[in-house]
């Protein structure tokens, strides 16, 4: 259903030369960032594996990457980093920065109702741009449609289509977050920053988003 759904009103442009990146998408490429390190080093050490450690008890193997996300994966990893992928959504599609937080979610939920699939570098800028994509259309008034997502995102609007469906299944549709798990998310990511040492990203003229400010925008 969603993926048919065009813009209800066309967002104001953001002005590039005043624009700055909330400080909730730094936190989030940084979390994504090490989670990707780590798997991405993991698929390394289970294709070394000579036996295959993912069978699945009939001879056949899944590969280390799993199944689950297999219509996420690319070729191979796209040059852009993570952060840089975030602030060129963040910058196009003018979506408020708690959809960058749902879309978090729906990627940490998707981690947890499969575990048999890694998020990874081949996968996570897919998972990124359609995660964003869905969040924003659950939560902003006005948001682009799919063809204009699709050409922010680097892929065919047919592509970006196929991922959305392929979302909202693996998610059961369940789409709808909760005021309360949304704070809780958020709080995480800010333990996250503090856990991690000083702010991210000051140097790169990070905005002073509270979590506070990104909770009432949902509340």
């Known amino acids: ?12 442009p953001i002005v590039a030369e005043t624009m ?17 390190a780590r798997n991405d080093r ?3 050490v289970l294709s070394e594996q000579p036996d295959g450690s993912n069978s699945n008890g009939n001879g056949s193997t899944s590969g280390p990457l799993g199944k689950s996300l297999h219509a996420f994966h690319g070729v191979r990893a796209p040059n852009i980093s993570i952060p840089n992928y975030l602030e060129r959504i963040y910058k196009y599609t003018n979506c408020s920065p708690s959809c960058f937080v749902l879309g978090y979610v729906y990627i940490d939920r998707l981690a947890h109702k499969h575990p048999d699939s890694l998020i990874v570098s081949l996968n996570v800028h897919r998972l990124l741009v359609t995660s964003v994509m869905v969040a924003s259309k659950v939560l902003d008034d006005a948001h682009y449609n799919n063809a204009f997502y699709a050409r922010v995102g680097g892929m065919s609007k047919a592509e970006l289509n196929r991922l959305e469906i392929e979302l909202l299944f693996l998610l059961d549709f369940g789409v709808a977050v909760s005021s309360r798990v949304f704070e809780t998310y958020c709080f995480q990511l800010e333990q996250e920053m503090l856990i991690n040492g000083a702010e991210v990203g000051r140097a790169r003229g990070v905005s002073p988003v509270a979590v506070d400010e990104i909770v009432a925008d949902i509340g």
């Open 20 to 36: 700055t990146t909330p400080r909730v998408l730094t936190i989030i490429s940084s979390v994504l960032e090490k989670l990707v």
């Open 42 to 44: 993991l698929v390394e």
């Open 1 to 12: 259903m969603l993926a048919t759904v065009d813009r209800i009103r066309q967002p104001e």
